[in-house]
């Protein structure tokens, strides 16, 4: 219930702060009212709205902060650290079985004595019938280009 009023007086003040910069005048402001056009014009009196809303953000301003660091504070003491858990649930290695010294594990879906099999020679062409099979071959014409 706290938060949610200290949340809706941040919120009221934000909105606040915002109005009362925008309507304060820039720096620039200023060297207009050296012609005649600063303090006829203003709500606030003839000293201008200047002492006035300079202090108003100022308060509200403290007040946003104030508001802030409570709100931090307040939600620090409400996530108290709770028991720490000693067991954080991981697993010890586990251990793997010994194995002999020589032997070799079998890749997975072969049986473990399966001989491999060895790959077919290819018997090899003699030297005299491949020089015979390219000297028959024609040579690709050339053709001649007209442009």
């Known amino acids: 219930m706290l938060l949610l009023v200290l949340n809706v007086l941040f919120v009221l003040i ?4 915002v109005a009362l910069i925008l309507m304060q005048r820039g720096s620039g402001a200023a060297a207009g009212s050296g012609f005649g056009g600063g303090a006829s014009a203003t709500v606030f009196g003839a000293r201008g709205s200047s002492s006035f809303l300079t202090k ?3 308060w509200l301003a403290i007040g946003f902060f104030a508001v802030t660091l409570f709100m931090a504070w307040y939600a620090t003491q409400q996530a108290a650290p709770q028991q720490v858990q000693q067991d954080l649930g991981v697993m010890s ?35 005299e019938a491949v020089g015979q099979q390219q000297a028959q071959e024609p040579a690709p014409a050339q053709e001649d280009e007209e442009q």
Not at 14 to 17: E, G
Request: aromatic letters at 0%.
């Open 14 to 17: 934000a909105i606040a702060m």
């Open 56 to 58: 108003a953000t100022k």
């Open 93 to 127: 290695i586990p251990q793997a079985p010994a194995a002999d010294a020589g032997s070799v594990p079998a890749a997975p879906g072969q049986a473990p004595d399966a001989a491999v099999p060895a790959a077919p020679e290819l018997p090899e062409a003699p030297a």
